[in-house]
């Protein structure tokens, strides 16, 4: 429309949703699309019971269990654990009374929330997408405005379709240049995150810009989006074009025929327009990231995989050498040490971040004629069960069991310590995953966040290792 | 949810940046399906040992902390994970307010209802509540929502802002559902229009 200020993709999906503005500026937002899961509803349904209430739009809604479950074929004898199962119980009963549908475990798409809902093509362009849950950030991949809500909230939507919302500000993270070899989306966002820091976001939603972003496919794109939440931001998106678009094309629960024509058609309106205001806006050069690696408890102590472990004596203030002494002991390290000596016990790849197909593949391309360390235990898990079958029709199953990998079934596995996959005190795992604050993984636990290919190069070295030393090899 | 007007009681310290909701209430205990009974597992990690007899130097087990209502601490309190366990545990310890510099979004939300006071000050003030707290069962804070100050020991008030439709609801102890259920209409003919100009989203 001619005469009307330039919006952000964020701006443009916000004001398409807002179905009331109160007074003091809090807008009531539509909800297109509330992915739920078993760890935090049950409190939610149970809200609407007491109080007489109804799901409003049940088909609207899509269920899973994905966070406490286990991972290995115990899964197809019921879950041990009593209080998971009471919990996994509770969700079953929960969308049979309330007609939500629901993916059960035992069902090929069952996975984790933020992997099955762009996979089958429930996360659309242009959606307001929420779970409780929040690494929801993940489907803004998709052009979508998505973030993580809290259970009062998710009893809201339920009985409400909407939420009361404050807007966020714009900001922009552009990413311009090419990657450089043995480089990652999963780089690109720790080292984004190494940049602003934990609390860089806050207040914000961040869209990820620049040519290094264009270039990425879906699952990069996830990857990226899935962390902001980690520097702090509500949501985290990507405007779409044409990869998406290619991508939604081929999902099984997406519009079809003429329906996804005229969606596409109103998808390219959405990115935001030439000269629209962001209030933050940070640069980076795609060609400047090396793999990188995180040393400490919080997703912002990263380094590249050449770096050594930093001097807390050499911090600013006394307040942040002491935390930095508190992290160096936690994780057992010494100032000066090198990354790549660091011995690793365990090695997961998988979790919401990097569970599909492509960072299945990476992983594989680097252990294929290889082995796990002595003494490392190595697993994948995949994000869902169709990643998981298209893997074994691609034989990556094999690639990875051969070198030593364990291969799982799908869900968030060990990347919270709350089913049977879990660090025990001290150990040391290299980890796919997005958190590695103190006991993330397991009570004492040590965490090491770092890509897919970087992941399985520490595997077979025994020790964190530049992916960049691991030329892939043909099968032997 | 309980009403939030005015409270007076014993502020902990915890001198600590980035406390993260992992921290807070580890993820091994989410496992309940109710609101309640998380307070013993408020902190776990550092309250109890790896065998599970109290750490004595973790200030929720030291006198007179162990009845705190309130807590203070650094920036970004509360990021990481969306669970509403955290605000759930705070309550179930007995604590109803918590001052800091900043927090993360979600758990500034998810503490709004559920009856906790999240209070943002700046860091200098932060330390000097921090000095406050440290003086134990002597030094009692008031966190005033109605006339929006925190009175320390001395007399000194402090003045914080909230959010106008947040305090309100916090005072009157108000459900946001009932709230957001009074534009009913609103919704409908929302849905109505959605439906005609985006029909791909109809069935779901
Ligand atoms: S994989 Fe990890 S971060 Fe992702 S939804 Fe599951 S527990 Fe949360």
Known sequence: MSGQKPRTLFDKIWDAHVVETLPDGTALLYIDLHLTHEVTTPQAFDGLRQAGRKVRRPEATLAVIDHNIATDASRYTGIEDPESRVQVETLERNVQEFGVPFIPLLDQRQGIVHVIGPELGRSLPGMTIVCGDSHTSTHGAMGALAFGIGTSEVEHVLATQTLLQKPARNMQVLVEGNLALGCTAKDIVLAIIGKIGTAGGTGHVIEFAGDAIRALDMAGRMTVCNMSIEGGARAGMVAPDQTTYDYVRTRPMAPKGEALERAIEYWKTLPTDAGAHFDKVVKLAAHEIAPQVTWGTSPEDVLPITGIVPNPEEAADEARREQMRRKMQYMGLQPGQRLQDLKVDVVFVGSCTNSRIEDIRAAAAVARGRKVAEGVRAMVVPGSGLVKAQAEEEGLDRILQEAGFEWREAGCSMCLGMNPDKLTPGQRCASTSNRNFEGRQGPGGRTHLLSPAMAAAAAIAGHLADVRDFQPQQAQ | ?204
């Not at chain 2, 993820?27 to 990690?45: D, M, V, W």
């Not at chain 2, 200030?59 to 309130?70: D, F, S």
Request: hydrophobic content about 40%; some cysteine.
């Open chain 2, 1 to 204: 949810m309980q009403a939030f007007t005015k409270l007076t009681g014993i502020a902990a310290p915890l001198p600590k940046a980035n406390v993260d909701t992992d921290q807070i209430i580890p993820a091994r205990f989410l496992k309940s399906i109710s609101r309640t009974g998380f307070g013993k597992n408020l902190f776990a990690n550092f309250r109890y040992r790896e065998d599970g007899s109290e750490n004595p130097d973790f200030v929720l087990n030291q006198e007179p902390y162990r009845k705190a209502e309130i807590l203070i601490a650094f920036e970004n309190f509360g990021c990481g994970s969306s669970r509403e366990h955290a605000p759930w545990a705070l309550l179930d310890f007995g604590i109803r307010c918590v001052i800091a510099p900043d927090f993360a979004d979600i758990f500034h939300n998810n503490s709004f209802k559920n009856g906790v006071l999240p209070v943002r000050l700046p860091r200098e003030v932060c330390e000097q509540l921090m000095e406050d707290a440290r003086m134990g069962g002597n030094a009692r804070l008031t966190v005033d929502l109605e006339r929006e100050v925190v009175v320390r020991p001395n007399g000194e008030e402090i003045p914080f802002k909230i959010d106008p439709l947040r305090r309100h609801l916090l005072l009157n102890g108000l459900d946001d559902i009932g709230q957001t259920l009074q534009h009913a209409s609103a919704i409908d003919a929302y849905e109505a229009k959605r439906k005609a100009s985006q029909p791909w989203l109809a069935g779901g």
